[in-house]
């Protein structure tokens, strides 16, 4: 309820400026200029976070591009005359060849698709070693039967016996090269696979890191081994940097280095009869790309690799779709393209030349037909 003011006996005074009341919530003369700036610091930030992004997506797309335009140049022209097979292509051949699935009508089938074509040597997956570098017997029960067989329907194709192991390279579990137990161990292994009638002994340990001191001083024992039989020693390698320490790079942000230093590389081909490189799981998307890939890697290996050596460059004899793997780019053609432009570009005359056919139970119609018409003549 609302009182009534009591009657005054003079005048209420005129409200004059002092009685004109304040609001209670009015900001500080101060505080505009702060909202001014903070109005005019977000746009500026959000430009500046645009411009960083657009920065760091140049930096990472250019390098990407060139390299792209590189290859697919590097795909260009025609490849030499005469740069086809030398007759010292090789073939990487499935357990089933030792472990009692195949027989002799297979040996035969086999020896007619290889007649006409340049391959000499046949990979054997005789293993795998086991992570003490030992191999049981068990692994290869049908080794003299195949060797008999093969040199029967096949007499000038070498029969090697193929042995790997996972390396504790990236994990914890695998093939340990730094302990000389180990390495002891896998030169017994190549002991025994000689004495069962095999004529080479063919290595494919992996992920094999780039300057390893331990596996060179593997490949010496190995060498002297296969040497002391007459025997070949062979060994797939991983490729080459095709960008300078890319192998360090690609390491350090995520774990696997992938490529060889071309030193490196140049290293295991001089303790090696043959060294056969894993051009395949290139992570190219285009067949131009992948093609011009394997150029780059043809002319990189042969620069290195002595003339007493062997180099195959590996072709991909199968059809996978996987991360690093694309199988509409990674085909027959472009990669007997790039390996015959690679040839041209660096050593048309080379004689210890080749490519291996990876790998025979994955192979189709297509692929075979493609080495012949491409490659083998």
Do not use: C
């Amino acid at each position: 309820m609302t009182m009534e003011p009591a009657p005054e006996s003079r005048p209420a005074p005129e409200p004059g400026p002092a009685a004109e009341p304040e609001p209670a919530s009015e900001p500080a003369p101060e505080s505009a200029p702060a909202a001014e700036s903070a109005t005019v610091r977000g746009p500026r930030r959000r430009r500046w976070l645009r411009w960083a992004a657009g920065t760091l997506a140049l930096l990472v797309l250019l390098p990407l591009l060139a390299a792209g335009i590189a290859l697919r140049v590097n795909y260009a022209g025609d490849p030499a005359d005469g740069t086809y097979t030398r007759g010292r292509d090789a073939l990487w051949l499935g357990h089933a060849w030792v472990d009692g699935r195949k027989d002799d009508a297979d040996v035969a089938a086999l020896a007619r698709r290889l007649d006409g074509t340049g391959i000499r040597d046949l990979y054997v997956h005789s293993g795998p070693l086991e992570h003490d570098g030992t191999l049981p017997a068990s692994a290869y029960p049908k080794a003299a039967w195949l060797i008999a067989a093969m040199h029967r329907e096949l007499p000038s194709v070498r029969v090697q016996a193929w042995l790997g192991d996972v390396l504790a390279t990236e994990s914890p579990d695998g093939l340990r090269l730094e302990r000389p137990a180990t390495r002891t161990a896998v030169v017994r292994s190549a002991r025994q696979i000689l004495a069962a009638g095999f004529e080479g002994a063919h290595f494919d340990l992996e992920p094999l890191h780039s300057g390893d001191r331990d596996y060179l001083a593997l490949l010496d024992d190995l060498h002297r081994l296969t040497r002391e039989h007459d025997a070949l020693l062979s060994v797939a390698a991983h490729q080459i940097d095709p960008l300078p320490a890319l192998h360090s790079v690609f390491g350090a942000v995520t774990g696997h280095p992938k490529w060889w230093s071309q030193e490196f590389f140049g290293q295991v081909a001089r303790r090696v009869d043959q060294i056969a490189v894993m051009s395949y799981d290139t992570m190219q998307p285009l067949q131009s790309l992948y093609g011009g890939y394997v150029a780059q890697q043809t002319s990189l290996a042969l620069e290195v690799t002595p003339q007493s050596t062997d180099l195959l460059m590996g072709l991909p004899f199968f059809s996978e779709n996987r991360f690093g793997h694309w199988a509409h780019a990674e085909t027959v053609p472009a990669a007997v393209r790039g390996v015959r432009l690679g040839l041209s570009r660096t050593a048309p005359d080379r004689t210890r030349f080749g490519v291996a056919l990876y790998v025979d139970f994955a192979a189709t119609e297509e692929d075979w037909r493609h080495y012949r018409q491409g490659w083998a003549g």
